[in-house]
């Protein structure tokens, strides 16, 4: 017996599936209660984290600033089009396209191994005596791989950079080993929630724990592992560009240089760049994957590999890692160079031990609170903005064909995808510098920068949230002759409200970690700080910074966690 | 002689989660028995039976199987005397998403190590045994298909054909039957017999059909509420015993 | 599926058997020059382009130009010895030799040791122009952006200047920004994001002729007094790699390309100098003193 359709669909988010509830199981009286200190909990965050920004002495949004802003975005009707720059642009695509699924090859491989690693069937398997060894191997596998998934792929990227060199290597790891860690996550949840009948009938049958493992649980979870890697092959497209940002090549590293010169029809064919290749990829890996859940609730849980859009895929995938493989030069022997062994000592010389920021760490926690309350701003935005684009952005297939009018709703659904998609496709360091524009500097700007961002890609599991929703108080209102906006509110928003808001908390985690890139803007925090200790080549203090961030992350993560669980 | 002891259990008790599934048991089958292990649903079959093959740990007493004491050899001992007992299950606990061919020789993993594993999921190892053993269950022309898409009697055969290529020396068989038709019940059943005929192995069955149970195997042991209450060959057991095992306290309840 | 599976496993390792042959190539034999990325990508090409040809044909070497897309990564690449000779900005400068000992200055441009940064307003700001460094004072209470933050011309040198005359970076409002290009401060102060900017002299000169600038958003206030700015910066490994006294091979092509034929000409006109002049440590010994103060070297 394999996963439910649901649980399924929230699995495919950038999300462990640990993240989202199951079915909210609806707990009398306390829960309720509950559920309302933490409502008030929330907002009293976003208020705290917005009170500076109101009690400055300026307005926050600069009339004056309209004006640049009018200008970048008429220059959307005029992108470079040029022969020449097309075929910059295009090689870049597929750098920035061959990073991407490089990268989530390499975290595939990571995934499924360090999900196995990580994962209490392959800890309590075995022998049932030895007990406590076994809990302490699993906690320390699990805590291996906190660390990497606590840092942002571009800290990752900057490391490698000095280890490694200019290399397509730095970009794939980049991409590779911090989505190797959550896949890893993902996995052996996934693995942890598979049948074990199988596994234990091998083992009952004298299997070693490896074996077993292969062929009781592993064939199972495969399906739901390959959803998951083409869910995130998209998001590896984002971090490739991001990446980019850093000077590993690709779009991001093309938009980097028309984004210092400010030349707004260059960034503008770049950016339709990256919104095609986005919306490609998102449009594949839906497809894919409406594909594995469908054959998976006609077949009991298996995966058809027959199906020939499911085969042609991971045909074409595989494909694409070796042309990509070609298309980069990909060459892991700088891995093992004496040079680059030397550079991984002298940093490891150079970060060991850590130092204490410039202020202390009176300083050090001043700079984590304001990285707090710009990612808590950043998430009210993104979350507003992300359940209006949601709701129009559903196709509804709950309801039966003529309720839903999908084909005159169909421009609308289409629009409301669209701009998800561009949201989300844009770099957030671009996004803070038009919010520069608009806004006077703080954190404001950095949080509505992350905010947007961050709704594009709230919105499209928002999105996916509301399709999956139960169908049946769906018709029943309908029936009842609703319309579609009373639908809406009476029948899809209570329903989907816990999810959406069981996302958002997620995904926080993910915003704090994001405030390293938006350190443009001036807004301080962790990030500014962590950018000028590496140009400044204090290692010691960087790692320290970056150590902050991950226990930031770490409290992040439990605080959300707990919210999650009573909102449940 | 030890060696042809199979299983010796002294006091063993099962406690899970403060319930006592199995209380103080007594037990010992000889090679080449045939047991049937009866009793009303959860009475302790099925965690006798996993006592029997080591995946439930005894919290009280002792179990050994083939001359290995469960809960003092090593893990490489455990897993030499697991390789030699073979087990079937109610719900088969097949793969469903892997061809038959490779949960046929999912029964010789014990004795494969894990490179040779890994590859035969490309280009199955052993291709012309595990054949004949699927000829041997019948079902020679299923070794290329998906296993979940065979009915559930082709797949408690590939089970069963899991088991004989993995050569044991005594087969364990849990509630083989219960999930199948009468008329595809006795077909396995016959079947098991006939391996355990082949082969001697010894046969330890736990089942709810009495008339099978009663006719067809050597000896039985009731079970209720985790205690032994009927030890005896099949020719020794009265009526009563047998409807003592199956008293309900009270009505609709078990 | 598994069949799926064991056609990418294949794949994947056929793939990386010939990648690991592919690199097995070793290291190549020239020499690599570099630059920080301090202006468009696509201009530098051009410029390292004909340097890299210029510098071939003189040195009898083969010349290869790595770009670079990030200051630090200029010298951390120089550190890890991907770059031979590279032309840094002053701080970068100074920061690569910190961290590669017995790395040595080998050549500057004539104007390189006359460089200045332009400190410019938005005019709602109401910031007057001024000439004495004492008055960078006036900026005090004003929200400021500095450029990239390892620019020697929009970061280092002006905080030089503003700790000269007393400002600390608290007196500004609101923390100051760093833009990260010289253009984007322009751009920032024009909008009134930020209300000054500072940047480089010869940029905002550019951009002052190339009519970008529009004098009703934003206009000079202050001109920084001079101070060096980039030289060319040698691997002291330079002469093991590629023979016995080559550095010096080196240092004289770039000290002798004086404009006498057409290419050299094309190439002090694309690095905008007269020519390019011999450099020393000492130079830089300013620079290197602020750069220590501001904690930027380690």
Known sequence: ??????????????????????????????????????LLACVAAVVASALPVVLDDHPVIRVDGLRQLVEFFAAAVAPRVDGGFLALVGASAMTTLAYAVLGTAVSLVIGVVGGVLTSQVWWRADAPARRTRDVVGWSLARVALVVPRGIHEVIWGLGLLIVLGRSPVVAVLAIGIPFGAVTAKVFSELLDEADRAPHDALLAAGARRSSAVLYGLVPSALGDLLSYAFYRLECAIRSATILGLVGTGGLGTELLDSFRALVYHEMWTLLYALILLSALADGWSSLVRTRLSGSR?????????????????????????????????????????????RQASMLAGQVWPLVMVDGGLAELLRLAGVTLAMSVLAMAIAFAVAAVLAVPAAALPQLDRVTASRARRLPVLLAARLTMIVLRAVPPPVWALLALFAFYPGILPGAVALGIYTAGVLGRLMTEVVDNLEGRPLRALSALGASRRQLVWYGVLPAAAPRFAAYSLYRWEVTVRETVVVGVVGAGGLGVLLHHQLNSFHFAQAATIVLTIVLLTLGVDFVSAAVRRSIR | ??????????????????????????????????????????????????????????????????????????????????RRIGTVHQHFDLVAQLRAVHNVNAGRLGAWPFWKAALSLARPFEVASAEAALRRVGIGDKLRERTGDLSGGEQQRVAIARVLVQEPRVILADEPIASLDPARGREVVDLLFAISDETRTTLVASLHDLDIALGRFDRVVGLRSG???????????????????????????? | MWRVARAILLSVVLVSTAACGAGAGGEPGGLRIGAIPDQDPQQLQ???????????????????????????????????????????????????????????????????????????????????????????????????????????????????????????????TGEPGYSGSHDATLKLVESGAYQVGVLSASVWEKRVQEGKVDPTTVREVFRTPTYHDYHWLARPDLDQRLGQGFTDLARDALLSCDGSDDREKQVLDLFAAGGFVAAAAEDYAQIEAVAGQLGLLR
Request: aromatic content about 8%; glycine content about 10%; hydrophobic content about 40%.
């Open chain 1, 1 to 38: 017996m394999t996963l439910t359709a649901k649980a399924l669909d929230e699995r495919v988010g950038c999300l462990p599936p640990s993240a989202v509830p199951n079915e909210p199981p609806r707990r009398a009286g306390g829960g309720t209660n509950r559920r309302r200190w933490w």
């Open chain 1, 297 to 341: 609730s006609r077949r009991r849980g298996s995966v058809d590999g027959r199906d020939p859009v499911v085969a042609g895929s991971v045909l074409l995938a595989a494909a694409l890692v070796v042309a990509s493989v070609w298309w980069v030069r990909l060459d892991p022997s700088v891995l093992w160079s004496d040079r680059s062994a």
């Open chain 2, 1 to 82: 002689m030890a060696g042809d002891r199979v299983f010796e259990l002294r006091r063993a008790s099962v406690r899970l989660g403060g319930v006592d599934v199995l209380s103080d048991i007594d037990l010992e089958i000889e090679a080449g028995e045939r047991v049937a292990l009866i009793g009303p649903s959860g009475a302790g079959k099925t965690s006798l039976i996993r006592l029997l093959n080591g995946t439930v740990a005894a919290t009280g007493g002792r179990v050994r199987a083939l001359g290995c004491d469960y809960r003092v050899a090593s893990t490489r001992k455990i897993r030499a005397a697991r």
């Open chain 2, 227 to 254: 205690r032994v209450v009927v030890d005896t060959s099949t020719a020794d057991v009265r009526a009563a015993d047998v409807a003592e095992l199956f008293r309900t306290d009270r009505d609709g309840s078990s």
């Open chain 3, 46 to 172: 051009r410029m390292y382009g004909v340097v890299s040809d210029y510098l071939h044909d003189r040195l009898g070497v083969q010349v290869e130009y790595v770009p670079v897309r990030d200051y630090a990564a200029a010298v951390a690449q120089f550190e890890r010895g991907d770059l031979d000779l590279v032309f840094f900005g002053g701080l970068t400068g100074v920061q690569a030799r910190k961290r590669v000992p017995g790395a040595a200055p080998v050549a500057q441009r004539d104007v390189d040791a006359q460089f200045r940064s332009v400190f410019v307003a938005n005019p709602a700001a109401g910031v007057e122009p001024f000439t004495e460094v004492g008055d960078l004072a006036r900026l005090k209470g004003h929200s400021f952006t500095f450029g990239s933050d390892t620019s020697t011309s929009g970061r280092l040198m002006p905080q030089y200047f503003l700790d000269r005359a007393g400002v600390s970076l608290d007196d500004f």
